[in-house]
């Protein structure tokens, strides 16, 4: 029987709108090869093998049965086919996998893995499990974390040592490499800068690889009193208790490294004001240094685009949420400020400078 051009046509849109829900569907098959990859240690024995390794020298190093040789094989398409290894083929046609840019990111000391280990704990991608029933509750409480574990995302870090470090050190690890590149790409920002501190910046590790790059500057950390507590002794920055919602220390700049999406808008301009106090006027160097995401700002590829649409879709576990520029404009305003600039050099996030 002759297929009817037109049926054929309509059958190929079928089959496109059933790949599309499919691709949709097992985009957490990506996540969860990468958490596999991670709990492997497969990074490390590419890299132990100079950058290139086959499959057998994956498994003499790896933490892997021998029998699972060939379920290796199959996981390392999927993180080949997603660009986290690449892959090449020796004399002998057997498969040569590499480290890629982004895998590259998975070794050596100051690597990437605590805060990707973080973001893929079960603990943290379980909540999303139950978004569509959060989405028939009543802002803002409980959130999407505590829905799922009776507990906010905080509380359970107070509670839980193990989980509290693996938290700790994932921030440590984000922090460690915003800033070097941010110092890199926008060290014009703290030029001029007598004084700073970081609000919310918990062991300083901001604070600290800005006072290492600008001796100049004399840094701060204005921390809750059980953070600054346990505060690294020994450092060129100052840690002071307090809370920021209540006041923040006098400096020249305030520095907000991706702390205002947990918070309402409401909270922000609360924030904001009290930064606004602690600063000279613009004309005396005053201003607010914010690193968050600014929605819609940077490289308008795809992959820049979704991934911050995700993130804002992620941060609500928290109750959080990302902004565009206009509502970034808005909370701005609204707490007295006159001024801003935007500056999207850092990926999917900005430096939003503040004035007065």
């Not at 057997?94 to 480290?99: I, M, N």
């Not at 020994?234 to 920021?244: H, K, L, P, S």
């Not at 909370?331 to 999207?344: C, L, N």
Request: aromatic share 8%.
């Amino acid at each position: 029987m002759a297929l009817n051009r037109e049926q054929h046509i309509l059958d190929q849109g079928l089959l496109d709108a059933q790949l599309e829900l499919w691709h949709n569907t097992f985009g957490y098959i990506k996540s969860m090869a990468l958490k596999s990859a991670l709990d492997l240690g497969i990074a490390d024995a590419i890299h132990h093998h100079g950058g290139a390794a086959t499959l057998t020298q994956i498994v003499a190093k790896a933490k892997l049965h021998t029998s699972k040789i060939s379920c290796l094989r199959r996981l390392m398409r999927v993180l080949t086919v997603s660009s986290v290894f690449g892959t090449e083929h020796s004399n002998d046609a057997e498969a040569v996998y590499t480290l890629t840019p982004a895998s590259r990111l998975l070794v050596g000391s100051a690597n990437m893995v605590p805060v990707m280990n973080m973001l893929l704990h079960p603990i943290l991608v379980s909540p999303f499990s139950d978004l569509g029933a959060w989405f028939q509750h009543e802002l803002p409480e409980p959130d999407l974390f505590k829905l799922k574990h009776g507990n906010t995302f905080w509380e359970m870090a107070d509670h839980d040592p193990s989980y509290n470090t693996l938290v700790n050190d994932g921030m440590v690890s984000d922090s460690r490499f915003l800033m070097d590149i941010a110092i890199r790409e926008c060290g014009g920002v703290f030029q001029g800068i007598g004084s700073l501190v970081d609000v919310a910046g918990g062991h300083g590790g901001a604070a600290q690889a800005i006072a290492k790059a600008f001796p100049d500057v004399k840094c701060s950390v204005l921390d809750l009193e059980h953070v600054v507590a346990k505060a690294p002794s020994g450092t060129d920055v100052e840690y002071i208790a307090g809370d920021m919602f209540e006041s923040v220390p006098p400096a020249d700049a305030v520095f907000l490294k991706w702390i205002m999406h947990d918070w309402s808008d409401e909270d922000c301009i609360k924030i904001l004001k009290n930064c606004k106090k602690a600063i000279p006027p613009k004309d005396a160097g005053g201003k607010v240094i914010i690193v968050d995401m600014v929605v819609g700002a940077g490289p308008q590829d795809l992959k820049h685009k979704e991934t911050q649409l995700m993130f804002d879709l992620f941060i609500m576990f928290v109750n959080g949420v990302e902004r565009d520029e206009q509502e970034w404009k808005k909370i701005i305003f609204e707490a007295g400020f006159t001024d801003y600039k935007i500056t999207p050099v850092l990926g999917v996030r900005s430096i939003i400078e503040v004035y007065p």
